[in-house]
């Protein structure tokens, strides 16, 4: 029996890795990339490494193994038909008789268009008959402490999010969540709708920027139309933009704050405030 990590040398994926490690063999750990080269450092360390791309279905002809507990990780893809990437790992489960697929979704709140492709990947999960484990990922910290070079260059966080709240945390909460799932018994058949412990707006993400930089930092609150200008303005392409501006949308109307508090539980500890997350990016 092995873990299987797909997308696993991405910014959750290499969490994950990197927590299995403290808690299992790692050869009992196959880190599914399609890199093998960028997944060197864990083939150094024991981790057994499978080459597999969601575009090529046969490359996981095979890949997996009865017993096998797996993350499917959702891909970035969004022009790829991301419900048919995830089928093709799906598939493959269902051949080889896998004991869990772990999949990393959205909330189940979210109507914004980002949400699409997991509520498709979702019915198709439930219609294989595969034990699952839905992992409905809220916000991660990081979706704004790793866009702070043109916020602290324009001295405003620019959002079309009203004075909605959110609920996030960091990524390696999320992928301490899917590590305890992986590792863990009684998971099977289960949604768990993970978020941060406290929801925060963005006004108050400015002024949290502001007091550990010392400078004035606005909120500078747009409609969705004018953000989605401004994104396209900076290069962003415009069917993603829009999607980032529905998601602030969602925000806005509340659907990304989630109580639910799986997270903290299946971790064991509080989730990580946006103000520590924004101490380490700074520092960074």
Known sequence: MSIVVTGATGHLGSLVIEQLLEKVPADQITAVVRS??????????????????????????????????????????????????????????KAAGVALLAYTSAPGSLTATLADDHRGTEEAVLASGVPYTLLRNGWYNENYTEQLAPVLEHNAVTHAAGEGRISSAARADYAAAAVAVLTGEG????????????????????????????????????SPEALTGILTGAGLPGP????????????????????????SRLTGRPTTPIADSIAAALKG
């Open 36 to 93: 093998a080269e960028k997944a060197a450092p864990f083939a150094a360390r024991g981790v057994q490494i499978a080459v597999a791309d969601y575009n090529a279905p046969e490359t996981f002809d095979g890949l997996l193994a009865a017993g096998d507990r797996v993350l499917l990780i959702s891909g970035n893809e969004f022009d790829k038909g991301r419900v048919g990437q995830h089928k093709v790992v799906l598939n493959a489960a």
């Open 187 to 222: 998971h099977e058949n289960k949604t768990y709708e993970l978020g941060g412990d406290a929801a925060w707006s963005l006004a108050e993400y400015a002024a949290e920027l502001s007091r550990q930089t010392g400078k004035e930092i606005a909120d500078n609150a747009v």
């Open 240 to 263: 993603f933009a829009t999607i980032l501006a529905g998601v602030d949308a969602s925000i806005q109307k509340g659907e990304l704050v989630i109580d639910s508090g799986d997270l």
